[in-house]
C-alpha cells in the first residue's frame, strides 16, 4: 500500500472517532458506517485486510493494552464465568454455526461450515471494551465482557486451525485437533509465564523513561511472536504478560507511566478507529468474491448465520449463568446473586468485529466455499455491531440495571487516602527527626500542608457545592489552581519572547508546569 491511502485512512478514521465523542453513537459504529459509506466514494482505494498484518500487527497491541488496563483481581474473582465464555461459548459457538450452516448450504462439508463457525465464534475484544465503558454497566459485567474478549481469540483461532486442517485434509483426527488446543493454550499461558518476570525486572531496572516506553511498545510483539514461534498461543502470551505487568505498574517509574499512559491511549484510539473503519471498507472486497450465489440465497444463508449467532449466545449464557450457581453451594457462597438482567445483557452484547473478518481473509483460497464463508463473515460482524451496538444501550435502560455508587466509590477512595496520608505523615515525622533530613520549618510545614490537600480533597467532593457554579469546593481548588498555572505560563513565554530565558530554560520550565497540571488533571478525572 502506498503512503497517502494509509495516512489518509488514519487521519479520517481519527477524524470519525472524535465526532463520535460527541454524539450518542458509540464510536465504533460510526467508523463501521463511515467505512461502508466511503467504500462506494469514486476514488477511495480498496483497502484489503491482509491477515498478515491485522493478526500479528495490530491485534497484540490491542489486547496488550486491554489487558493492562483491565484488573488481574477481578478476572481472577470472576475467572469461572469468565472462562465458560472465552472457551466454552466459543467452541459451542463454532460447533452451532457450522452444524447449521452444513444443514442449509449445499455441498458444504461439515469441516468447512466448522472453519466458518469458528471464524465468527469469537466476540470483539475493541468493541465490548469500548461499549461496556460508554454505557458504565456494571463492575461485574464489564470484567466478564473484559475476560472473555481478551481470551476468546485464542479460542477461535486454535478451533479455526483445527477445523482448517480437517477441511483441507491434513487434520490428525479429534486426538490431534484436542492435542494442539492444548498445545496452543497451554503453551501460550506458558510462554506468558516465562517472559513477564523477566520483562519487568527489565522495566524497573530501565532508568531513562525512553528506553522504558520504546520497551513498552514492543513487549506484545515480542509476547506474541515468541508464542507463535514454538506454535502456542499468541494472544494468551500478550494477555498473561500485559496482566502481570498491569498488576505491578506502581514499581515502575513516575515518569515512565506518565508517558506510556499517554503513548498507549494514543496507540489504542490510532488502531482502534482504523480497524473498525476498515470492517467498513471491506464491503467491495467481499461482494466482488461472491459470485455463485445469488443475492436472495445469499441474503438467506447471511440471516441465519446472524440468527444462529445471536441465539446460541443466549443459549449458552443462561445456563451457564445459572445452572452452575444451582448445583454447588461453594459457588453460591463465593459469587455474588445474580438476576436475568445480567445474563440478558451479557447475551446480547456479543459484537463480532475484526478478528473474525482477518481469520477469514486468511483462508486459503483453494478452500471450497471460501468467498460465502468471507461474505456470512462479513455480514455477521456488520450485522452484530450494527443491530447489536445500537439497540444495547436502550436495552441496558430498559432493564435498569443499578448503576454505579458514585458515592460508595469517592467513600472508599477518601479512607483509602486517608489511611496512605497517615502513613506518609508518619513516615515524614520520622525522616525529619534525623540530622541528615533537617528542614527549615516553612519547608517542612509545606510538606505537610501538601500532604492534607491530598488527604481532603477527596472528601471536599462530597461537601456542599457553590450555589453560583455548581462546583465543590475541591472543584473550585483545582480550577483556580490551573488559573495560576496558566498565569505563570503566559509569564514565563513572554520573558522568552524578551530574550531574558532562552528556549531550553522555556521548556524546563513549561515541563515542570505541566507535571501540576497533569497531577490536578489526574485527580479530576473519574
Known amino acids: ?124 475484544a475493541v468493541a465490548a471494551t469500548a461499549i461496556a465503558r460508554r454505557l458504565g454497566l456494571p463492575n461485574r459485567i464489564t470484567t466478564i465482557l473484559q475476560g472473555e474478549s481478551l481470551v476468546n481469540d485464542a479460542t477461535a483461532i486454535t478451533a479455526y486451525k483445527v477445523a482448517l486442517a480437517a477441511a483441507v485434509g491434513t487434520s490428525a483426527g479429534w486426538a490431534g485437533g484436542i492435542a494442539e488446543f492444548l498445545l496452543a493454550s497451554v503453551g501460550g499461558v506458558g510462554m506468558g509465564l516465562v517472559l513477564m518476570v523477566p520483562i519487568h525486572q527489565l522495566r524497573t531496572r530501565l532508568r531513562e523513561p525512553l528506553l522504558q516506553n520504546t520497551l513498552s511498545l514492543l513487549i506484545p510483539f515480542v509476547a506474541y511472536a515468541a508464542a507463535e514461534r514454538v506454535h502456542a498461543s499468541g494472544v494468551l502470551a500478550v494477555v498473561v504478560v500485559a496482566l502481570y505487568l498491569g498488576h505491578h505498574n506502581w514499581q515502575v517509574d513516575f515518569a515512565t507511566r506518565l508517558q506510556e499512559e499517554a503513548v498507549w491511549k494514543m496507540v489504542a484510539f490510532v488502531l482502534e478507529s482504523v480497524v473498525f473503519a476498515l470492517i467498513g471498507l471491506q464491503l467491495p472486497v467481499v461482494l466482488r468474491g461472491l459470485v455463485e450465489y445469488e443475492g436472495v440465497e445469499a441474503a438467506w444463508y447471511a440471516a441465519l448465520v446472524l440468527l444462529v449467532v445471536v441465539v446460541a449466545r443466549f443459549v449458552w449464557v443462561f445456563p451457564a449463568t445459572f445452572v452452575p450457581r444451582w448445583l454447588s453451594a461453594r459457588i453460591r457462597e463465593r459469587e455474588p446473586e445474580t438476576t436475568w438482567k445480567a445474563p440478558v445483557v451479557v447475551g446480547w452484547a456479543g459484537m463480532r468485529g475484526v478478528v473474525s473478518l482477518a481469520i477469514a481473509f486468511s483462508v486459503p483460497m483453494d478452500v471450497p466455499h471460501r468467498d460465502l464463508i468471507l461474505f456470512l463473515t462479513f455480514t455477521t460482524v456488520i450485522g452484530t455491531l450494527v443491530g447489536q451496538g445500537l439497540t444495547l444501550p436502550p436495552l441496558i435502560r430498559l432493564l435498569r440495571l443499578p448503576a454505579r455508587d458514585a458515592t460508595a466509590e469517592t467513600l472508599a477512595e477518601a479512607q483509602a487516602q486517608s489511611e496512605a496520608s497517615r502513613a506518609a505523615e508518619e513516615r515524614l515525622d520520622e525522616l525529619l527527626a534525623t540530622p541528615e533530613n533537617a528542614l527549615p520549618p516553612p519547608l517542612a510545614e509545606r510538606l505537610r500542608t501538601v500532604l492534607e490537600r491530598r488527604r481532603n480533597a477527596v472528601w471536599e467532593r462530597l461537601g456542599e457545592v457553590n450555589p453560583l457554579t455548581g462546583e465543590s469546593a475541591d472543584d473550585v481548588y483545582r480550577r483556580l489552581s490551573r488559573e495560576m498555572i496558566e498565569a505563570e505560563r503566559e509569564v514565563f513565554v513572554s520573558l522568552r519572547d524578551l530574550r531574558r530565558i532562552d528556549d531550553e530554560m522555556l521548556r524546563t520550565l513549561l515541563r515542570r508546569l505541566d507535571l501540576e497540571e497533569a497531577a490536578a488533571y489526574r485527580e479530576e478525572a473519574p
Open 1 to 124: 500500500m502506498e503512503v497517502m491511502p494509509l495516512v489518509a485512512l488514519i487521519a479520517v478514521s481519527a477524524a470519525v472517532a472524535g465526532i463520535a465523542r460527541r454524539t450518542p453513537v458509540p464510536a465504533p459504529l460510526l467508523l463501521v458506517a463511515a467505512g461502508l459509506g466511503a467504500s462506494y466514494v469514486p476514488g477511495v482505494p480498496a483497502y484489503v485486510l491482509d491477515p498478515h498484518i491485522v493478526l500479528p500487527l495490530l491485534l497484540p497491541p490491542l489486547l496488550y493494552t486491554a489487558a493492562v488496563d483491565s484488573s488481574y483481581l477481578d478476572l481472577r474473582a470472576n475467572a469461572r464465568p469468565i472462562a465458560l465464555l472465552s472457551v466454552g461459548y466459543v467452541l459451542f459457538a463454532t460447533l452451532a454455526v457450522g452444524y447449521a450452516v452444513y444443514l442449509a448450504v449445499p455441498g458444504l462439508s461439515l469441516p468447512v461450515a466448522l472453519v466458518l463457525g469458528a471464524v465468527v465464534a469469537p466476540p470483539d
